[in-house]
């Protein structure tokens, strides 16, 4: 199912036929990408885009969307399912061309309601690395708030604090 944003955004199912402009969107953000997302570093070749795309496919009660701007390919959305009852997981990146623009304002403002009416969720989460100041002030206009911090290792092989912020729908 697509899901109209604006005129000019709008969120249709990942699928692999959009591999070479993920691919192409992962090249010209690398940098950035892979200080907050270990998955990067290995979406470097087509095959790598494809894996990326199956292995979140494959990935049983969560959605992955892409994110369209005037019909082009500009980052990924997901909807992902989490353990506690009526509660997702909302993940996403954008290449670095479209950040600053309140692109994630706007996709949440319309799918956060959405949630609530199709899917009958409850609760949102934001998982953040606590120096991803932009992602974190995103889920805070989302109305979350910090509820927990864990460490996770990265591909630099160091230690880093992931926050889970949350948000009640209702």
Known sequence: MDYDISPYLNLTPLNIKQ???LLEAVELSRESLET???????VTDLDGAKKYISERLAMSD??????MYHHQFIGVFAIKSVEAPNTCEIGYWLCETARGNAIMDKVLRVMLPRLQEELAMRHIEFHCLDFNVASIKIAQRAGAKLVRRYVVPMQDKLPKTMCIYTADLS
């Open 36 to 42: 907050y997302l270990p998955w990067a570093a290995s």
């Open 62 to 67: 969560s959605r992955y969307f892409s994110i």
């Open 19 to 21: 591999a070479s402009v």
